[in-house]
């Protein structure tokens, strides 16, 4: 029995220390290599170490002891170089060495980026959903119904020329004519007329969208725009709110110290109707500085609601309406409207 | 409208300055658009007497005079004027003096210039005897202006000029005047306003009115046929009229005010219609036949020639003013050739009516023909200030053309005016306006701009207003409050402290929700938003009008407008497509290699569909994605590319993504006029866009430097597909592990991918979590005319897989590729 117990040691011995290398050499740089390595020593049925343990009854007893601290050493290290590989993989990905050259650039990520008009509506819907507006869209082909008619311009008035209209059928026909929507206040009707169906106001909706005016094109003027209108129907709703939420808006956009003036002016769908200017700095003029108008506001002529069947006697309402080119060409300081549709990339990458 | 204020200020003293009074009137509703300084202050000018004149030693044109100006000696001065002659009072500028003269090049225009002693031809000047233009007293520049013979030697010329009520300079205030202020539309109306804001009072000059008939209803007739459209005409007729310039006070007026001085008898009729707002003509009362005047509707179609020498064919109902025999002018619009005050001119029958807004301003559009008139009665004249404006005309005449007033006026009033007393109960105003205003201090502001005002009841006040007739635009109580409101002044309503929110709760429409998202998504990927015209050429609109894409899709017309402002702009796009290119070609050729570009917008075409909302016409919002040029840039490690297919592809997928939904499937098209190749893009069956490189042909037309890749998608149906998906429903997830396995196999390299994936996809069945290519191979290992596709497949359930399991999908994947593709698994 000894002898066969002797060689048997002998050869788990030199079995031991011919792994000794490739335990502490093997290069364990990949998922794979350290699932291998672990799988070649640790493994239950194929690993070496685990075989080696096995084998220890075979060594004589006065060197077991050795022989078992000395498969125990071994393991551990591959249970250390193990843990450290596996630590290291996951910390960089596949090295822990630093690249060659840190200050090589990065591969890019290309730009994009918002149009100015896209940023200046969101920013003038947040403030009024912020106070709890909805947000309602219309058709831009128009019906001279919502567009002029329910909006209190009577057929034949003067009122019908201050927005000059692209048409696309003429008024003979039965719709009372086709255009393309002067301002966004028809969608005020369509919103209206929507409510009345099967309810009653409150009505708290603003409204973004395109319009188009038949006017020559010019720095400051386009065949069409983007406009924001505001609707507020409610009871006892007054001038002072109208006040109240557009100083709430223009201190947003203009800044906490906002100055602005409100002045009569006419549309023929609100009544009182106003004019709203903020004063712009400028040292380079005299004064300091101009009133610049911002928006067109008032409280919902009567006319108006009783034509979609609101009793405006118990109800009043305000409507605002604002130009959103306008607002973004004074945020940004743009001073040509053409620019915002030429879409020059290195006009756009001004707004990433 | 522009107003002078020396002229306004002969009716009110308000004492302010010139800004206070724009500021004033902007802040009551009449927004000043402008304030101009016009004329010379000609501080340095004096009153010369010419002592002696001789002829320039070296120029023929030229007279060298002594002007004896009050100093010690006369002064020596040059003239070029044909009239200089000794004895003559002149006005002198003197050395140091500066003149807004005349531009050279541009006449309208005024330079200053400053006098200095100066040598002209060798002869020594120092000063200028003036012309009237060059002092701004006028337009002549024949010769210089000579002052009667009273004026004192040495006087300042601007102090002899007030003397005879002449300003050396007057500020010209353009007003924007709404629709709604018809009584604004003159100086009078703007004094009014004035007064109320200042309380001083209106002076109105002394007019005295004459009785109905005399001596002039015998010499004519009037009378109305089309009673309904002429609620008023009345006439007055002078004699012996002098036609001759106007005085220079007059025609200093009409100039700041931007009218063209003609004669005397014009003039006083413009003068008078800016004095108090009502339209005046005046006939050569000789060229009248019959003596009589009728006012009746035209006959459609017929001709007439109006005094800008003009023939012009009257449309249906048009209001005429017609003599025994003939039309002789357009009703409130402009006055007939036929019977204008010419030089010859010697009795003037003057006209002062009232017309209907509607009527006139049917006709004026109907003619195209905009005048001062027509622009006051199409927003209606003061009803009852006919008699006052043509006796205030008529006098002027007397005073300023040397004519006789034949007694009497012609009146004829088939409707005479009413003025209607509307109900104003002051807490209406208070609900309205947002702030307690005293009863009483609601009467006194209507009470300043002309409104009568009783007292009805007084807890709650009421108030019987009287409208006057000068504010045809008040019909309602609102129109009371606005009044009122205005008055008050809008900048003395205080700001509530707290925001009152109804308790409503706003949604969020989804489409709204989706766009924005995607917009996020796309500029976060490096593409550029965009906004172009909607507009474009209708030819450019019919060659994008095309069935692959969202809206042509829809097989409408091109939506073409009326009255477009040129060719360029006649139609509204059908697509995307078109504004997009020329942006690209733009940003190629100033530059950019790398051009991505998206927008969102509406595109239209004349079709009716379940989207119709407006007579037959179709709008519907698509998205556009653009890319042309460089994808990737030159790195250090890696080459620069160009944008494909897949690039645009790998695009769609992010957007299906992004709102929820699964990943788009492409079916391609055949290739088109606009497109070298494109697919349609679907989700399910549904129809979603398409995308495509555009032809060559239109890359050409664009200035496209590279290929066009595009995709334009149905923003509608793509946010009805997504609507679902906008609030997810969580899914439990597995616990159990997911077993991937691959498979490879060489199909005929004409094989598309997509359907083969898609067989995957119905072969694996429930199993299958994930499948895609990992590797696309042509070469000489898989044989000629042949490509090996490598696919991952992804598998797991609710329990973990067994091999069996597994082997059992991976054998009918292998099936199904082997029947449908005769693929064969690669070894």
Known sequence: ?352 | MIISTNWLSDYIAHGLSDDALADRLTMCGLEVESVERTGNDLNGVVVGHVVSTGQHPNADRLSVCKVDVGGEEPLHIVCGAPNVATGQKVAVATIGTTLHLPSRDNPEERVPVTMKKAKIRGEESHGMICAEDELGLGSDHDGILVLSEEAVVGTPFPDYLSAKGISTSDTAIDIAITPNRPDAISHLGIARDVSALTGKEVCRPAVSIPETGDLVSEEFSVSIEAEDLCHRFVGILVKGVEIKESPAWMKQRLLTIGLRPRNVIVDITNYVMYECGQPLHAYDADSLSGNSIIVRKAKAGSSFTTLDSKERTMPEDALMICDAEREIGIAGIMGGENTEVTDETSNVFIEAAWFDPSSIRRTAKALSLQTDASYRFERGVDAEGQAWAAKRAADLMVELANATLVEGMIDVHPVPYEAPIISLRAQRAVDIIGTPIASDEMGRLLEAIGFGTTETQTDPAVWDVTVPSFRPDVEREIDLIEEVARLFGYDNIPEPTHSRIPNFTPGMATDRQLRERLRDVLAGIGFRETYTNSMLPVETAARFNDPALPGGRFGGEVVETLNPITTEMAALRPSLLPGLLRVAGHNHNHGQQAVRLFEFGRVHTKRQTNRTLVGDYTETETLMVLASGRWQEQYWEDDARDSDLFDVKGVMDRVFGAIGLEMPRYKQRDASDLASWGVDILLGKRWIGSLMRVSDDVADAYSLRHDGLVAELDFTALAEAAAAAIRPTFQAISRFPIVERDIAVVVPSTQPAGPMLEAIRRAAGDLLKKVFVFDFYEGKHVGEGNKSLAFGLRLGADRTLRDKDVDKVMSRVLKALEREFDAKLRG
């Open chain 1, 1 to 352: 029995m000894d002898s066969p117990s002797k060689s048997a040691a002998e050869a788990a011995v030199q079995a031991l220390s011919d792994l000794k290398a490739d335990i502490e050499g093997a290069v364990l740089d990949t998922a794979e290599a350290i699932d291998a390595y672990r799988i070649r020593y640790l493994s239950r049925k194929q690993g070496q170490i685990t075989a080696l343990m096995k084998r220890i009854p075979d060594v004589a007893p006065a060197d077991r002891k050795a022989f078992g601290q000395a498969i125990n050493a071994a393991k551990s290290t591959v249970e250390e170089r193990l843990e450290q590989a596996t630590a290291a993989l996951s910390a960089d990905g596949s090295s822990s060495a630093a690249p060659a050259d840190l200050t090589l650039p990065g591969r890019t990520q290309p730009q994009g980026s918002l149009h100015p008009i896209t940023q200046a509506a969101r920013l003038i819907t947040r403030v009024f959903e912020n106070y709890g507006f909805d947000v309602a869209e219309g058709p831009e082909i128009e019906d001279d119904w919502h567009n002029f008619t329910a909006l209190n311009f009577p057929p034949d008035h003067p009122a019908r020329d201050m927005q000059d209209t692209f048409f696309i059928e003429d008024a003979e026909k039965d719709h009372g004519g086709i255009l393309l929507r002067t301002h966004t206040s028809p969608v005020q009707i369509r919103v209206l007329e929507e409510v009345m169906k099967d309810g009653e106001p409150p009505i708290r909706v603003i409204v973004p969208g395109r319009v188009y005016r038949n006017e020559a094109i010019s720095y400051k003027s386009y065949c069409l725009f983007h406009q924001v209108e505001g609707l507020h129907v409610d009871e006892g709703v007054t001038m002072a709110d109208l006040k109240q939420i557009l100083h709430a808006f223009a201190r947003t956009l203009f800044g906490e110290d906002v100055k602005m003036r409100f002045r009569p002016s006419f549309f023929p769908f609100t009544e009182p109707s106003a004019e709203v200017d903020i004063w712009w700095h400028d040292e380079n003029l005299p004064g300091g500085g101009r009133w610049m108008e911002i928006l067109g506001c008032g409280m919902v002529d009567p006319n108006v609601l009783e034509g979609v069947g609101i009793d405006s006697e118990k109800y009043t309402g305000y409507a605002f309406g604002m130009g959103v080119e306008r607002i973004a060409m004074l945020r940004y300081g743009i001073d040509d409207i053409r620019i915002l549709y030429e879409n020059d990339v290195r006009f756009l990458e001004q707004f990433s």
